[in-house]
Structure formats: C-alpha cells, structure tokens
C-alpha cells in the first residue's frame, strides 16, 4: 500500500505565499514523475507543475514565474512553492506521483493524494 499526504494548504491573503509539501509512504521502490494538480469548484482538474524523478520540471502557464515545484528523492517527498498567489489560485491542490512498488515488478502505478484547500482572499 501506497499513500499520499499532502500539507500546507490553507488561507492566504493576495500577494502572499504558501508552501504545499506531499510526502509519500509505504512499500515503495522507485518513484518516477510527480506533480501537483489542482480543481476550482464545478471544473475538472488541471495540471498545475510536475517533475520528473531527473530532469526539466513543467507548469502550467497560469503559475510559470509563481510557482516552484521541487522534490526530496531521499525523504519521497514532493513540495509546491506558491508565491505571488491570486485569488483565482483558490482550489484544492492534489498531489500524485508514479510509483514502482516492487524491485522484482517494473510495474508502475499512479496514485493521488486526498487534496488540500488553498484559499486566497483579503
């Protein structure tokens, strides 16, 4: 078993700044690509940033410029740096990632975190 907790979400005023953090745990052997996704109410989810487990991270043009995603190898752990949010950055910010559970299984499978809130307003 595999899971995604995501932290750090919460309320900002305009202008500010948040930290999401995404720790992953259980029986894990290699992790791939991770990102971090979000979904404003009544619309689908959207990419917001990813990064590959070596390699050019990616972000959605709405966040390029504002929005940092890094990861920790060593603690399986992915993290989002939110700067300069907007109140149309209010969503709820899920964390996924590809991970191969097995040494001896090449197979990979995708999970998702539960979400975490991040409201911006004044």
């Known amino acids: 078993q595999v899971q995604l907790v995501e932290s750090g979400g919460g309320l900002v005023q305009p202008g500010g700044s948040l930290r999401l953090s995404c720790a992953a745990s259980?029986?894990?052997?290699?992790?791939?690509?991770m990102a971090w996704y979000r979904q404003h109410p009544g619309k689908e989810r959207e990419l917001v940033a990813h990064?590959?487990?070596?390699?050019?991270?990616g972000y959605a043009d709405s966040v390029k410029g504002r929005f940092t995603i890094s990861r920790d190898n060593a603690k399986n752990t992915v993290y989002l740096q939110m700067s300069s949010l907007r109140p149309e950055d209010t969503a709820v910010y899920y964390c996924?990632?590809?991970?191969?559970?097995?040494?001896?299984?090449?197979?990979?499978?995708?999970?998702w975190g539960q979400g975490t809130q991040v409201t911006v307003s004044s």
């Open positions: 259980g029986t894990i052997f290699s992790i791939n690509a």
């Open positions: 990064i590959p487990s070596y390699g050019s991270t």
């Open positions: 996924n990632a590809d991970i191969r559970t097995r040494s001896y299984s090449p197979q990979i499978y995708n999970y």
